[in-house]
């Protein structure tokens, strides 16, 4: 190992010597370079410098590894725990209203809120990013403790989603700065799958206590024991980034320094924006797709899973669902990833995959939806299905089908805009048309189901979106999607 290092230090100093010696930072005439000093730079990044990684305890501390498990607990406590209580639907209260335009209100400033985080991020850094995007999920969470105690305090509610969606917005923008800063070219597979489960499991382990909590109640909402947890957990999770370390103190397992990328400005992030949708037009056929990635979770967590169960039934619901959303994205994930197919094969599988599930769950949940109204089932009902109701295995096994779709119809699309490019930066882009279309959906549909629109209404806007986003998504297959990715796909 210290041969290793020695060498690689030598072969870094030859560079310099050499271009200190035949391009001296006075010279001239060199074409493409103002010094002689820029042309180091250039040899020495082919050779960066290696740096001994600490040892002993600090080394665990200090590893690469340790603090992507660190973020995936942060975001484990916080939005995972927040999917686990959306998931109840109603944020587990009887009436749906307060959740509904909570939700509308935390999307729509979380669309906004992205825009300006990159900003924030880079003057106050990822952990402290971080710290303060944490902190809005156990406000959110306390505010439905406080309307289980004070039932006229749903404006509390709303207030705490759009602090939440500011709040998400820091938190995701620093995630990212994080999971790209730390992994080697070669391990990020492995970091982002490491996170991902982390954090998914939030959800698992969420559901699985508010389903102890509730196992035994009579009444329709989650108990204060459950938001209680649920703080304390959220506020655990808030404090990790302050215990983390210092992202210019890290070194990779290379041996390389790491540093942060830099967030765009809000400026820069919109011109980018418009740059890439001029440069690659063809990612507006996924316009719609991106729409639907969030709007079917109105209908499965208020308008099926609160609108038919009581809250035992809704608690084992949601253990199920984010356990299917597991199976789902890893399964969707092992078929796109078979490289002996080629890449465009793949995507038309997994289009025909997704399409067959569209169908199936909704043709399914059809026959479900056509059985009751707004009106034949309010959210103080006392015939709400229960487990040991006939009729209820069927409807669980529909919900679990609707989790399969969720994750599977969210790495497609992540799946598909890798596939355009291998850019960073232009798929940064990607992504932020991505969370930006999703979001204003959700803010959208959120708001439908606070105004009380029909449940037959919002379950065929999801179905006809969701066919919607497959039907405009198959012509950028054809057109977009190749074996391997030329160079000028790579150009912004």
Known sequence: MSGNLAEKRRHVSSADNAVDEYYPSSSPGLIGYSSGSSFAEDITSQFPVVHLRPTGLRGFFYHPYTQVVLLGFV????????NALNGLGAGGQVDSTTSANANSTLYA??????FFAGSINNVLGPRMTLFLGSFGYAIYIGSYLVVNVHS???????????????????L?????????????????????GIFWSIFNLGGVVGASVSLGQNFHSETNRVSNGTYIGFMVLTGMGALIPLFMANPDDMIRTDGTKVTTPRQPSWKTEIYGLYVALRNDPLIVLLFPMFLASNWFYTWQFNDYNAALFNIRARSLNNLIYWISQIVGSVSIGLLLDQHQFPRRARAFAGWSILL???????????????????????????????IYDKGYTSHLFL?????LLDSMWQTTAYWMMGAMSNDPAKLAYFTGFYKSIQSAGAAGVWRADAMKVPYLNLFLSTWALLIAGLVFSLPMIHLRVKDHTDDEDEVL
């Open 75 to 82: 975001c484990f406590m916080c939005p995972g725990l927040f």
């Open 109 to 114: 400033t979380f669309a906004v809120a992205a």
């Open 152 to 170: 006229n305090a749903g404006g509390f509610v709303i207030v705490a989603g759009a602090a939440l969606g500011v709040c998400a917005g820091l």
């Open 172 to 192: 995701w923008t620093a995630q990212g700065s994080l999971m790209l800063a730390y992994p080697t070219e070669d391990q990020k597979g492995k970091f982002i």
């Open 356 to 386: 067959v599930f569209v169908l199936v769950v909704h043709t399914w949940a059809f026959f479900y939806q056509r059985t009751y109204t707004r009106q034949s089932m309010p959210p103080d009902s006392s015939f709400k299905m229960d």
């Open 399 to 403: 919900y679990i089908f609707c989790g």
